[in-house]
């Protein structure tokens, strides 16, 4: 990577003022909810926000970038959109551009990533030519032009193996090794951003780099999952029961590995009592994780018993 691109990525991402940010902004802008904002109210909220941003930026520049929401109630949507638009685009501003709507397909540039959602899939199992092993990602886009933005993103098992070294994992004779997709969950990275892989109105990016501080961040959560300096909260060991296995979502455990806690209930598909996944789309089906893991991995659809 050249410098000028590394450069490009360290201005990019400074990722914890940016959150802390955003959390400024929507405070700012929480009580104009649902209240169409008149012409005093912009101006006060303008004012408002201008003392959270960096000071080294235009005023004139932050107001443009604000005058969205001019003569119009502030929906939770648009607050959160708005918040993490304006404070992932310190960059951009300081060029003195203002923050259009539209910011994050029409520009080009490095943005911050973390997963938020791993789901292992086997694309085209129909065909041996085109058939693929890998993962469907959802990603947040937390720092950049792009920022706020929710993207899916297919990757190949073979690039995942490619990346998960740079992420922080270490090869399977050392202390920490990949063993699932899964185990990607809550880590960062940074993807170039093009505008002509936008779809959708969703931004899209191609190449990928993990910065020093990603790498911390990553080699954090791994240590957590080795049971480092961390006490599971179901009191057993990496071994006894790894983390990409474990039922715990991320709401009850910092080193989980799929967002909300698993549920138990009767499983329609294999009928077994099975735990199931509050944020899949097997869940309204009713059908377990180890079936919906089935399904999607094999591309052999999972029917119930009663259907055989």
Known sequence: MSNEVQSSVRKYFDIAETIKRVGKIKNILSPYSEK???????????????KVMPQDLSSQ???DSLAHLHGRPLTDNIIKETAWRLSGNTELLRSGEAIT?????????????????ARPILRNPKSKEKRIRGCLYRLMVIS???????????????????LVIELGFTPSFKDYPFKDERELFGMRFGGLFVPKLAKEGKPGFSETHVSPSMADWNKQILRKRNREEFTCPLNVSSEQLPCYLCWKGAESCVAAVHQKDFEQDFCEFCEKDSLFDPDSVGYVLNMCVNCQ????????????????
């Open 101 to 117: 709507q539209d910011v994050a397909v029409t520009k080009e540039g490095w943005c911050a990533l973390q997963i938020i959602n």
């Open 293 to 308: 893991r089935q399904e999607d991995t094999t591309g052999i659809s999972v029917r119930k018993r009663s259907e055989q």
């Open 61 to 63: 520049k932050i107001q």
């Open 144 to 162: 950049g032009h792009a920022a706020g933005c929710v993207i899916d993103k297919f990757i190949s098992l073979r690039y995942v193996k490619y």
């Open 36 to 50: 169409d904002i008149g012409k005093e109210d912009f101006k006060l909220l303008v004012k408002q926000v201008l």
